[in-house]
């Protein structure tokens, strides 16, 4: 029997109850009646339980479901998903750049075109190509998204050369080890003499009731560790980034999340998505448009996959987090909401501000959490993990006492632990490029995706290429593997002279 991962009700349900707890609804009745029918938990690491369910466990599932939908959170004046309540309650909201006021906010267009209607012209990715930096590579007649300076200040090319890359290597550095416990991490890495960590994970020299006891991710072990990288390998956490650039070359800063739903329908396998993506893809063939596709059956709406679809935002919005997290809000809200959101407004902010190299870590993590509402639990979870990384030298006292508050209540793919751990990571490196990524794959949860992040800005700030150590950049061979348009077998290069057209578009 084929078992779908992350869209079965039963293997849902449990994922809804722990969410509904988290943000402020009352689940004990309905999570009594799934006990009664001997109705299974939520499936630990992957996105499918074991045994398949009955028919009628799979119906009861699904009628839980929508009652957990219809319960009242005491959450949720505090986090709205709403942007122009988010703004409300946000005192330091970023100014305009170009000095205007903000215009006001649409949630949904005066017109959104109905998905595949007039599909737009395919954009080549320039494989192969070579790069010259210059001219600002707008398009004359191109409308602005709101709150869009009329002449951006250009980030320079090299800077988004040093964040693709740097998100590359954070992301192939966290993968050989993604779901393992933060005992697996630190024992394997130790086995080899590579704690803390300085290079890619092996396995030679590892015993093998190690790794018996602490197998590799089983995806990722023959491209991934240090014997066996050639090039970039496929990720979603390279594929989202590369998506988005089709976004803005397809339909401009002005996009909606209906334009955002069309290129994933045009360009995405949905086999190539997870968690609150797969929902929302699910979502979108049934019939359901944005925002409705984040909510319905969606318990994953506030895991980490909104974040790590931001750097975009922020790398073509360069002195502009204002706009950077509305750009990243109506990206994000296709398929999460609130604390999902605001974990993407977060990385969309700080990486806008990081961009213009005007700025160092810690106030590109300051200017982050004034596009977040204040109480909620995202920024107390940044602020906290924060100030431990100030409070302590040793930052495995750091993960250890993230991991006391978060590992028992959160899933390791939930975004507020996990954007939790990526500032702490930074801040406690001070921003510099190894500290940074090291720090953020060995404080397990989701490796590759705060591997991935804090590379990028730690990449940013760096400033260049030439900055970043080569043993982490040489295995790459300016090469990427992808299965979204024609990028794959692409350079960093390449892609970063792509983002700096976008960036300097009108």
């Known amino acids: 029997m084929l078992r779908l991962t992350w869209v079965q009700p039963e293997d849902l349900i449990g994922h809804e ?18 006990q009664a029918a001997a109705g299974p938990e939520a499936p630990q690491h992957a996105g499918a339980s074991a045994t398949p369910a009955s028919p009628y466990l799979r119906l009861l599932a699904t009628d839980l479901l929508d009652e957990l939908a219809d319960l009242p959170s005491r959450l949720s004046d505090e986090e709205p998903t709403d942007l122009t309540r988010i703004k409300s309650l946000c005192p330091d909201w970023p100014p305009d750049p170009a000095g205007r006021p903000t215009p006001p906010t649409h949630e949904q267009p005066p017109h959104t075109p109905a998905l595949h209607e007039h599909p737009p012209p395919h954009t080549p990715a320039l ?23 009329t002449t951006p200040r250009a980030p320079h090319p090299a800077s988004l050369e040093a964040a693709w890359l740097g998100r590359a290597v954070g992301c192939l550095l966290g993968k050989p080890v993604e779901k393992l416990p933060l005992t697996g991490i630190r024992q394997l890495a130790k086995a080899t003499g590579n704690w803390p960590l300085k290079t890619y994970f092996t396995a030679h020299g590892v015993p093998q ?51 955002v739903a069309t290129v994933w329908l045009d360009e995405l396998p949905a086999g190539r998505t997870f968690t609150a993506e797969r929902i929302a893809y ?19 709406r506030e895991w980490i996959g909104a974040l790590i679809r ?7 919005n360069p002195g502009d987090p204002a706009a950077a997290a509305e750009q990243a809000h109506r990206d994000a809200t296709l398929t999460h909401t609130a604390n999902g959101v605001y974990a993407a407004m977060f990385t969309a902010a700080v990486i806008a501000t990081a961009v213009t190299g005007d700025h160092d870590v810690h106030a590109c993590l300051r200017t982050g959490l004034t596009v977040v509402p204040p109480r909620s639990r995202l920024a107390h979870a940044v602020r906290q ?25 959160h899933h390791w793919v939930h975004a507020v632990p996990n954007t939790a751990l990526i500032a702490a990571a930074l801040t406690h490196a001070d921003g510099d490029f190894t500290g940074s990524v090291r720090r953020a794959v ?9 591997g991935a992040t804090a590379g990028s800005i730690a990449g940013l700030l760096a400033g260049s290429p030439r900055a970043l150590p080569e043993h982490w950049t040489a295995p790459l061979k300016n090469r990427l593997a992808t299965s979204v348009g024609d990028f794959h077998g692409t350079g960093f290069d390449t892609l970063a002279h792509l983002t700096h057209l976008e960036a300097t578009r009108p």
Do not use: K
Request: proline letters at 7%; a negative charge.
């Open 17 to 34: 109850l722990r969410q509904a707890t988290q943000d402020g609804r009352e689940p004990s009745a309905v999570a009594a009646r799934w």
């Open 127 to 149: 494989r192969g190509q070579s790069c010259r930096w210059g001219g600002t590579g707008g398009r004359d007649g191109t409308p602005s998204a709101p709150g869009r300076a």
């Open 209 to 259: 009731d190690l790794l018996t006891r602490y197998p590799w991710n089983r995806r990722s072990a023959t491209t991934s560790l240090a014997e066996n990288i050639d090039g970039m390998p496929e990720d979603d956490d390279l594929n989202y980034p590369l998506l988005n650039l089709l976004v803005l070359q397809r339909h401009t800063r002005a996009f909606t999340p209906t334009d």
């Open 282 to 300: 699910r979502n979108l063939l049934s019939g359901l448009e944005p925002p409705l596709t984040a909510r319905h059956h969606n318990p994953f």
């Open 310 to 316: 931001a750097d975009v935002h922020g790398w073509t």
């Open 385 to 409: 993990a924060v100030e431990l990384a100030h409070q302590h030298t040793d930052f495995d006292t750091v993960v250890d006492a993230l991991h006391a508050t978060y590992a028992a209540t």
């Open 442 to 450: 060995s404080g397990g949860w989701d490796t590759d995706s705060n």
